[in-house]
């Protein structure tokens, strides 16, 4: 894909890195800046196609920043603020905004709403920028990113170890998300073999992954038990 270059400005370092570090996982090029003037200098010298800047900020803020960049540039704008009341929104957005996020944000939502802005930039600008393809080896549900390629799994932006069973179990209900498979159905789609009598092994190593998923702790479960019948994930 065509390099994407990624602004974002935020004078709380620690944000700034968390975010950096999902946006290039996904593939962009970050700038990062934690004042709004370091952050239009970089505009000024960089190709930048979209800009993340937190509201609050010393000296010039983001709603500023925003009104400065519009000036002279029509790439998407997300501001994160730590304000959620509507009349909050509105201010922002009516500063030329294109999306606005509250804090404290799910990274998997920004980086969701990032890649949205990108896709209608694109179509208004096709020769501007080429947006990545979707990764067909990975999943993205529920709070979940599944990377087959490399078995990695991130929940609620933390990375939990699996062992290749309990992955290869997640991966099945994940990439089938919506259809209920048995017992009997996971053994043999993970373990490739039959079923000849009956057994708990799938039950405990759901039982496993559910732990290490935290699943005890969440109102809404990611793998659902369907009494009698077994096990899926809704999508």
Not at 62 to 82: Q, V
Not at 100 to 117: D, G, H, W
Not at 129 to 137: L, S
Not at 179 to 205: G, Q
Request: aromatic content about 6%.
């Amino acid at each position: 894909m065509a390099d994407i270059n990624i602004l974002v400005v935020d004078d709380e370092k620690e944000i700034a890195d968390l975010v950096e570090i999902y946006l290039v996982s996904d593939g962009y090029t970050v700038f990062k800046a934690n004042n709004a003037e370091d952050g239009l200098a970089i505009i000024e010298k960089e190709d930048i196609h979209l800009a993340i800047l937190d509201i609050m900020m010393p000296g010039m803020d983001g709603l500023e920043m925003c009104k400065k960049i519009r000036e002279s540039y029509n790439f998407p704008i997300i501001l994160l603020s730590a304000k959620s009341a509507d009349i909050d929104k509105i201010l922002g957005l009516g500063t030329g905004a294109d999306d606005y996020v509250t804090k404290p944000f799910n990274t998997l939502e920004l980086t969701a709403r990032v890649k949205s802005q990108l896709r209608r930039y694109t179509q208004l600008n096709p020769n501007n920028i080429v947006v990545e393809k979707e990764d067909p080896n990975e999943i993205r549900l529920k709070g979940m990113i599944i990377n087959k390629d490399n078995h990695k799994v991130i929940i609620d932006d933390k990375e939990i170890k699996l062992t290749p069973i309990e992955f290869d179990i997640l991966y099945l209900l994940a990439s089938n998300a919506g259809k209920v498979f048995s017992t009997d159905e996971i053994f043999e789609r993970v373990w490739n073999e039959k079923v000849y009598e009956a057994n708990n092994t799938v039950m405990v190593h759901i039982r496993r992954l559910r732990g290490k998923m935290n699943e005890d702790a969440r109102v809404n479960k990611i793998i659902t038990t369907v009494w009698g019948v077994g096990y899926k994930i809704e999508r």
